[in-house]
Antibody, heavy 121, light 107 residues
């Protein structure tokens, strides 16, 4: 069974850095793009960006470009979402996602369980 | 970016009711519109892809229709487990975008 397993909840202070992870299993990791979606407390879903684990080609939403960095280590089937300097407004649940195999579309077929990031002084 | 507008934002219905949620895109999507269900405290799950294709394992009471800019999700006979929030997503171009969500509540 395909799984995306994310790292655990984090509590950080404003200005701190953070890197959360998402490990894929039960499929060939380099075959499907991995993306990230933000959900702020009580709010809807926001598409942040996506990376091709095969060649690290990365696309960002303009809303998140320059605010976060998406990376991958294909040797351990793991994708990352990173912040250099967190803000209180980064407090949210972050989901990693897998792009479906139909490469004509950016459909998400699997989701991780989510990583809750809390930024508070 | 393509803007996605769902309606209604919330909806009260009873078990057994037929329910329809609509999603309108600001640009032409051909058929590349998906629907997801999210229950409280859980990750979203794919219900419908490419406007009308049912994801494996999803009950047949869920159906999708539409093309171009206007799309519909229909639940033919609501079951207790269907009370959740539903999101549309355009998968036509990047950045992908979601509708604001429709919260389906028990009447």
């Amino acid at each position: 069974e395909v799984q995306l397993v994310q790292s655990g909840a984090e509590v950080k202070k404003p200005g701190e850095s953070l890197k959360i992870s998402c490990q894929g299993s039960a499929y060939r990791f380099t075959k499907n793009w991995i993306g990230w979606v933000r959900q702020m407390p009580g709010k809807g879903l926001e598409w942040m960006g996506i990376i091709n684990p095969g060649d690290s080609d990365t696309r960002y939403s303009p809303s998140f470009q320059g605010q976060v960095t998406i990376s991958v280590d294909k040797s351990i089937s793991t994708a990352y979402l990173q912040w250099r300097s967190l803000k209180a407004s980064d407090t949210a649940m972050y989901y990693c996602t897998r792009r479906a195999e139909d490469i004509t579309t950016w459909t998400i077929d699997y989701w991780g369980q989510g990583t809750l990031v809390t930024v508070s002084s | 970016d393509i803007q996605m507008t769902q309606s209604p934002s919330s909806l009260s219905a009873s078990v057994g009711d037929r329910v329809t949620i609509t999603c309108r895109a600001s640009q032409y999507l051909t058929k590349y519109l998906n629907w997801y269900q999210q229950k409280p405290g859980k990750a979203p799950e794919l219900l419908i892809y490419s406007a009308s294709s049912l994801q494996s394992g999803v009950p047949s009471r869920f159906s999708g229709s539409g093309s171009g800019t206007d799309f519909t999700l229909t639940i033919s006979s609501l079951q207790p487990e269907d009370f959740a929030t539903y999101y549309c997503q355009q998968s036509y171009s990047l950045p992908s975008t979601f509708g604001q969500g429709t919260k389906l509540e028990i009447k």
